[in-house]
């Protein structure tokens, strides 16, 4: 937990001053960011997170067969 908090603290740090930010970690994301300096979380903060990147939900879902 102590990388998360530090490289979200490097990444607000040099964020307004870096023209080409490169985004190679999960705590780039905007939505992180956002919620990082709304809450102001701290070196004790637990985060927990989901994806669900590639999921297909359907509503009347005809087959179980996935492609």
Known sequence: MQYAFMKTEEILRDKSSAEDFVYD???CGSDFL???ERVKLTLHD???SLS???AQLYQNKQS???F
């Open 25 to 27: 970690d999960i705590f």
């Open 46 to 48: 637990i985060m927990v």
């Open 34 to 36: 956002d919620l990082a």
């Open 52 to 54: 669900v990147d590639g």
């Open 64 to 66: 179980d067969t996935w």
